[in-house]
């Protein structure tokens, strides 16, 4: 038996076969970032009426429209995402045709390079600095090896990646060049259902489109970023104003031309407008970027709980069956495991707790709570109000990251899976034998645009080598690679069980 088949019959048994760990903190914490002033000075709002306009008069609209239109349209920029994907074709692979495709695809298809003068993927994104700082969609640049921004003057440049964060969905860019238009943030909390906005972006390859609705709803969860993360942050800001494939980074402006969120989804069963469209608020987007620019990665804070969303109802359900519980649903967010040291066992908190509010912010499901600690960072201390047996107390909660601290971490202090975007996992030594190979072990967690990511290391992938060495398991990965600086050839096995070996720089 040949070892390319060997390795096909391997993968879709490693991953059935092997389930992700639970993280320190758990699937459900929550993060966020302090709401202290920054150093980046073009991040700020002009004033603190910013986003106000509840008393906008119909009759100014046409007006108001241009004037936010022609404010608005040379701040916004095209995205194009060139990188090592591929696309498919209908030639059958050999593999397919003797053992099927592990991942669900069609058999009949087999992947294609896509050229390399060509992207892979088109978005958009605001300037929001006259040196260059441009703010765009996490899944806009995801898997990006070279990330090419235009004008819509149709000046062309190549950006670097700052950084990113999947569980907002928020990518920071970097352009070379001075003097150019920008967007200031307006304050998205004073918002309101009903007022005007225009969205600004380059749907379907249209350069600097403009579309004009209201905005619909605020505080909306459409369970979409927990594809990209374990610990999301939802607080979409919902409009109808027009909004396709190619808006995603785009802007949500107020008629003042100020910028009140990064257009980031649809809701549709097509893939094109259907009437609802999302933006991230433009504080949350605001405080991100600031983290991003300032330490290089997002300062995330955790309650330390683990908890179910007492407004799913299938959600408590499913608990209920799986603990023999009765809990019943309804709102706010029932604490079922409290993290040893962390910051809501340090309160006194404990598992049957029910949290129904953060500071002033009522907490009605887990988005609610997942954004109300979206705005501090480790070290912050947040006002927990809780139910206990009926009875309600608030307690003062200090928030830590993931590893039990209260201080800011940079991007040194990072470790080795955290640099490369992956977690891992071993395979069984019983796979490795009846399947002839001497190591490996499964790619988990997966962050798209990550170094993992950019060599097309994806979910389930089976990595055997890196610098030549085989490994075992995640230690091997972090022995090899802790201190190192230089370049890395990281040998894998794709989903048709070819064997590859790409290569980055250690960051």
Not at 338 to 366: C, F, M, Q, W
Request: glycine share 10%; no cysteine.
């Amino acid at each position: 038996m040949t070892m390319n088949n060997n390795l096909k019959k391997l993968i879709p048994y490693a991953f059935v076969g092997i389930i992700s760990g639970a993280t320190t903190f758990g699937a459900i914490n929550y993060f966020g970032i302090k709401n202290s002033d920054s150093d980046f000075s073009y991040f700020a709002p002009k004033k603190e009426t910013d986003g106000k306009f509840a008393s906008f008069n119909m009759a100014g609209t046409g007006d108001d429209f241009v004037k936010a239109a022609k404010m608005t349209v040379p701040a916004v920029v095209s995205i194009k995402n060139f990188s090592n994907r591929t696309a498919q074709r209908s030639d059958q692979d050999m593999f397919d045709l003797f053992f099927g495709n592990p991942f669900g695809n069609n058999n009949q298809r087999q992947q294609q390079q896509v050229p390399k003068d060509m992207p892979t993927g088109m978005g958009s994104g605001v300037i929001i600095s006259p040196d260059g700082y441009i703010i765009s969609n996490n899944h806009v640049i995801a898997g990006a090896t070279k990330l090419e921004v235009v004008l819509s003057n149709k000046k062309s440049y190549i950006a670097n990646l700052i950084g990113t964060d999947p569980t907002t969905d928020i990518a920071l860019l970097k352009i070379e060049e001075k003097g150019l238009p920008y967007l200031n943030f307006a304050n998205s909390d004073n918002v309101e259902v009903g007022q005007w906005v225009l969205a600004v972006g380059n749907p379907m390859g249209l350069n600097s489109t403009v579309t004009a609705g209201i905005i619909s709803a605020k505080g909306r969860s459409i369970d979409l970023l927990s594809q990209q993360s374990r610990t999301p942050i939802e607080n979409f800001i919902q409009t109808d104003a027009a909004i396709n494939p190619g808006n995603s980074g785009g802007a949500l402006v107020n008629p003042n031309g100020e910028l009140i969120g990064i257009n980031s989804a649809i809701s549709s069963k097509t893939g094109y407008y259907e009437g609802y469209g999302f933006a991230v608020p433009s504080n949350l987007a605001r405080k991100v970027v600031e983290d991003i620019k300032k330490f290089g990665l997002v300062q995330r804070g955790f309650i330390g709980v683990r908890s179910v969303d007492l407004s799913d109802t299938r959600a408590v359900a499913q608990y209920n069956q799986q603990m023999k519980t009765n809990i019943k649903s309804g709102e706010g967010v029932y604490i079922i495991e409290v993290t040893p040291k962390g910051g809501a066992e340090s309160a006194g908190l404990r598992n049957g707790d029910i949290i129904t509010k953060i500071d002033n912010t009522v907490v009605t499901n887990y988005y609610d709570l997942s954004y109300a600690v979206g705005s501090k960072r480790p070290g912050d201390k947040v006002a927990v109000t809780y139910l206990r047996n009926g009875k309600e107390s608030t307690v003062n909660v200090t928030l830590r990251d993931e590893k039990g601290g209260t201080s800011f971490r940079s991007k040194a202090d990072l470790s080795v899976t955290e640099k490369i975007g992956s977690e891992f996992e071993p395979l069984s030594e019983k796979f490795k034998t009846d399947y002839g190979l001497n190591s490996g072990v499964i790619a988990k967690n997966v962050v798209d645009g990550s170094e993992m990511a950019k060599i097309g290391v994806v979910d389930n992938y089976i990595v055997i080598e890196i610098n030549g060495k085989p490994v075992n398991a995640q230690k091997d990965v972090e022995k090899i690679l802790q201190g190192y600086s230089g370049n890395v050839q990281v040998k894998y096995v794709d989903e048709y069980g070819r064997i590859t070996t790409r290569g980055f720089k250690m960051p």
